[in-house]
């Protein structure tokens, strides 16, 4: 917003030719200009200057996870999880009707479904157990995954969640 308004200016500026106002001071003006357009998006985290969209895929909700939990979680969920939970995270088509069997299919982990529900304990566990304790399928995976790479995994499905999923998993108290 700010930025419009100071390109509105310039080109006002260089319309007009203000009485005064001297062309370095039009550069300067410019010059803040780009700077903003450049770093728009860019917030400063850990000393270090990261765009708001490669920290969590979205701008408004500060998230837990870092672009190194993604980076890693990407590579897990490929391995891992891609297979039963899809690309993006997206689970099966109808992940809400029991199959043939009586099992459910694996659900959407990107917002859409009811992993939003559960704090982070709680998704942990469940990847580490699996979802035969809950009832459904899933494999454990405590002996093939560290906490570590457990996190970076859930890391990666959050980022496909909405700032209003992700706001709302944390006033459920996602975080605890």
Same mark, same amino acid.
């Given at each position: ?28 003006? @410019?010059?803040?200009?780009? *700077?903003?357009?450049?770093f728009?998006? $860019? ?6 200057? /990261?765009?708001? =969209? ?10 837990? @996870?870092?672009p190194?939990? *993604?980076?890693?979680g990407?590579r897990? $969920?490929?391995?891992?999880c891609?297979?039963? /939970?899809n690309? =993006?995270a ?7 009707k ?22 982070l ?27 570590n790479?457990?996190?970076?995994v859930?890391?990666y499905?959050?980022n ?17």
């Open positions: 917003m700010v930025a419009a308004q100071l390109l509105v200016l310039f080109m006002w500026c260089l319309k007009t030719q203000v009485i005064g106002l001297r062309l370095h001071i039009m550069k300067d003006i @410019y010059l803040i200009f780009l *700077l903003m357009i450049l728009q998006g $860019y917030t400063v985290a850990d000393g270090k200057a /990261h765009s708001s =969209d490669s920290i969590a895929g979205h701008s408004e909700v500060e998230r837990w @996870y870092t190194l939990h *993604l980076q890693s990407e897990l $969920y490929k391995k891992h891609i297979v039963c /939970h690309t =993006d997206r689970g099966t088509l109808d992940w809400k029991t199959r043939a069997n009586g099992d459910y299919p694996p659900p959407p982990l990107n917002g859409s479904a009811h992993a939003w529900h559960h704090d304990s709680t998704l942990t566990q469940t990847i580490q157990d699996g979802g035969v304790p809950l009832g459904g399928v899933m494999p454990a995976f405590r002996s093939q995954l560290t906490n790479e457990i996190l970076a859930i890391a499905f959050q496909f969640w909405s700032d209003d999923i992700y706001a709302s998993w944390l006033e459920l108290g996602g975080r605890e």
